[in-house]
């Protein structure tokens, strides 16, 4: 045997790099894919998909929140996905000029086996890292805001402190009431100065406004419920995250960031964050539905962004093969806007009544979530107020079906032969109080302007103190004994306006020897000014200024009285108005007040509740001569409550044409009623019977009447009818007994009340 020899192996520096590279690569992928099937295993996605939020989550490994600067940041949600199934969803960016605050986004990421997708998208506003950071600082905001003061020397507190890109602080971007520095002696003198900055947060339109860095806690809120739409688009993350951007830049909002999962086995949730507060939505594909959430708490109004919603989220469906574009319904929106939170005690000068969304406007429309149409047909401001005109259609007294159904002209329907039964109601508001309905058209106005008409024995020159939606008008003109109808409103484009959208109130073409238009009848007279003004420069004293003439009737159809605005204030409570309108009228003249809600047996007494303004002018009607008043209600206008309506008589023997029986009221009726072209009654709502019902006051002014702080006589004697009758014998005629007295009239049937006018109602001169 013999030994082996020495042997030598050469390698060549490329052999050896090659190997090097070779098993490294082994290596690697050995460990990648162990390393991936232990992660998938235990329900984390090791897939990153921006090396932005990488680098950002890795420096904040540490701490349990990541401070997002932007880009896309995947928490590992997506699980079992591979790089081609991950879905590439939108962005949302910084609007051109607008600030934006720096923000610190804190996650966690939970076990979501129903879910399909989960992706998180952050706002894409990418800048350098901080200039000026401390040591401790950078520990603490990582990826946040970099905060430096002016001054050199730092005073221990915030003021003067602001981002580091940004010129001025951003002052609207804080939520709570901006610090005040005063000093103790600064404070009292400031107060007045004060007040009126944070008054300025309510803006013209009556909402907290951001602009001068008031925020208040306090916001609006959009609910919108959508169904027949597309199914694919329901099921779609990015058609439905792009409209989500879109709804939000196009409505000057700031998408902070969003979260989407996409549901299993069909659906999609999402749920944004703005700087202002969130959006979100859901959605059922199979069924068609989506519900949209939006609220905010800037300045900015939300109704206007129904257009756009409906643009963005109201996808049609896709006809299936063989089916009928026409037979694929049109996508149908409920939708309800809230106010939320505080204004009140926050904002010093807000008035709850000076905005239209904090009156009836905001609950009896915008806040119902059932109807079944709710379409704004008009919204703007005049120089005098709000007017706002909504067409709705309430499932509880019409139907969409049966309304579509009579759109169809040529069909032999009953809903497209009478269509006329079934068209959505509109309704007026002015600074948000609702002033009439299409549906209450008849009742409201016929109740205001017939009983006093009809009561009088000839009524030729009246006048009309409001009434710019034409109604009033067309009702007086209905009378052949007008001669003359004064209209004085002050807002003239109210009327503008209620010509346009509101035809129906002043059309006249069925009355015969009218005109199409009311505002056009040779008869009428409209003067654009303060009606105020107009009488007590007209009628200071019982004689007449420069001839005109008195009226017959005047028809109050303006503000109620208990809106605490200026005008409504003065129109029934000032002395020499109050003067004027008696002066106004003719010696056996008749006003009539259009007063608002009715009360109830669970109100106090008119002149400790919000009727004050009520009683106040009763008073004064009473201490300027009227010899008698009455007071009716009439619950068929389309409010949420009655209203009540007030005739003052100025003469005692015209009253006693008030008390006429039925058939008496109905023979007046058909003597005095011009014709109708259509042959129709040229009355839907008054009659004989109706006028009975408004001959005695409802029971509960008999009651608020007695809760007055000083119980009047009459109520401590509520027994039998000759009680009343005594005390009308007994009566000296000394003036001290009162001209309105719901007790008396309510207790003295039909035959006293003749024997009582005689006593009562006298002439008192």
Not at 358 to 368: A, I, K, N, T
Request: hydrophobic share 35%.
């Amino acid at each position: 045997m013999t030994k082996p020899g020495n042997f030598s192996i050469q390698l060549s520096g490329a052999f050896i790099f090659l190997s090097i590279v070779i098993s490294t690569l082994i290596a690697y992928s050995v460990g990648w894919i162990s390393r991936l099937v232990l992660l998938t295993s235990a329900g984390i996605n090791p897939i990153r998909r921006d090396s932005t939020a990488v680098a950002v989550r890795e420096a904040s490994a540490a701490s349990s929140s990541s401070s997002i600067i932007g880009g896309v940041l995947d928490d590992g949600s997506n699980k079992g996905m591979s790089g081609k199934d991950l879905k590439q969803l939108p962005a949302p960016k910084v609007l051109a000029g607008k600030q934006v605050p720096y923000t610190t986004y804190t996650s966690k990421s939970f076990p979501n086996e129903g879910t399909s997708t989960s992706n998180t998208l952050h706002i894409d506003r990418t800048v350098p890292l901080p200039l000026y950071i401390s040591s401790q600082s950078k520990k603490q905001f990582i990826g946040g805001p970099d905060f430096r003061s002016d001054s050199k020397k730092s005073t221990g507190d915030d003021k003067g402190w602001k981002p580091l890109n940004a010129d001025t602080p951003c002052h609207s971007c804080s939520r709570g009431k901006e610090k005040m520095n005063k000093s103790s002696t600064q404070e009292d003198d400031d107060e007045e100065e004060e007040g009126s900055t944070a008054t300025s947060s309510i803006n013209e339109d009556g909402h907290n406004d951001d602009s001068d860095g008031l925020h208040l806690p306090a916001g609006q809120h959009l609910l919108v419920d959508i169904k027949d739409v597309d199914s694919e688009f329901l099921n779609s993350e990015e058609r439905l995250a792009s409209a989500m951007i879109d709804l939000t830049n196009e409505s000057k909002l700031t998408l902070l960031s969003y979260h989407c999962h996409s549901l299993v086995p069909i659906g999609v949730s999402c749920a944004g964050v703005l700087l202002e507060s969130h959006v979100a939505f859901h959605t059922w594909p199979l069924e068609g539905v989506i519900t949209l959430d939006l609220f905010t708490c800037g300045g900015g109004k939300l109704v206007p962004l129904m257009p756009l919603i409906e643009r963005l989220f109201s996808v049609k469906q896709t006809p299936s093969e063989g089916e009928n574009e026409e037979d694929i319904p049109e996508p149908t929106l409920l939708w309800a806007h809230k106010l939320r939170g505080f204004r009140e005690g926050f904002a010093p000068g807000y008035v709850r009544t000076s905005n239209p969304l904090d009156e009836g406007l905001g609950w009896s429309v915008l806040g119902r979530l059932d109807f079944d149409m709710k379409r704004p047909l008009l919204s703007t401001k005049t120089a005098f107020q709000h007017v706002d005109i909504y067409e709705v259609l309430d499932p509880d007294n019409r139907d969409l079906v049966s309304y579509q159904q009579s759109l169809f002209y040529n069909d032999d329907s009953y809903e497209a032969m009478h269509p006329e039964f079934f068209v959505p109601n509109k309704i007026l508001f002015l600074d948000g109080v609702q002033q009439s309905t299409l549906y209450g058209d008849a009742p409201h106005h016929e109740s205001i302007v017939h009983p006093a008409m009809f009561t009088h024995a000839s009524p030729k020159r009246v006048a009309i103190i409001g009434g710019g939606e034409g109604a009033t008008l067309r009702e007086v003109l209905k009378h052949n004994t007008v001669e003359k109808v004064v209209m004085i409103e002050i807002d003239e484009k109210v009327v503008e306006l209620s010509r346009e959208y509101l035809k129906e109130w002043s059309d006249c073409s069925d009355i015969d020897g009218s005109v199409n238009d009311c505002f056009e009848d040779p008869r009428t007279e409209v003067l654009y000014e303060d009606a105020m003004q107009y009488f007590m420069s007209a009628f200071p004293t019982d004689e007449a200024v420069n001839g005109t003439d008195k009226f017959d009737v005047i028809l109050m159809d303006a503000l109620d009285p208990n809106v605490k605005t200026t005008f409504a204030v003065d129109l029934y409570t000032n002395d020499e108005c109050i003067e004027s309108l008696y002066n106004g009228l003719a010696e056996s003249g008749i006003l009539v007040v259009q007063l608002g809600e009715a009360n109830s047996v669970e109100d106090p007494a008119d002149e400790a509740g919000q009727y004050e303004n009520r009683a106040i002018m009763m008073e004064k009607l009473e201490k300027v001569g009227f010899k008698s008043m009455h007071i009716y209600n009439e619950g068929h206008s389309e409010f949420e409550w009655p209203r009540t309506t007030l005739v003052a008589f100025k003469d005692a023997n015209t009253k006693k044409r008030w008390y006429r029986s039925v058939a008496e009221t109905d023979l007046e009726i058909r003597k005095r009623t011009l014709p109708m072209k259509s042959g129709r009654p040229a009355l839907r709502n008054y009659d004989g019977a109706t006028h009975y019902t408004y001959q005695l006051p409802p029971k509960s002014f008999e009651i608020t009447h007695c809760r007055q702080e000083e119980s009047p006589e009459e109520c401590a004697i509520l027994m039998i009818t000759d009680k009343f009758v005594d005390m009308a014998e007994d009566d000296d005629d000394d003036g001290s007994d009162d001209v309105y007295n719901p007790v008396m009239e309510r207790r003295l049937n039909h035959q006293v009340k003749v024997k009582a006018d005689k006593l009562f109602f006298r002439d008192r001169t």
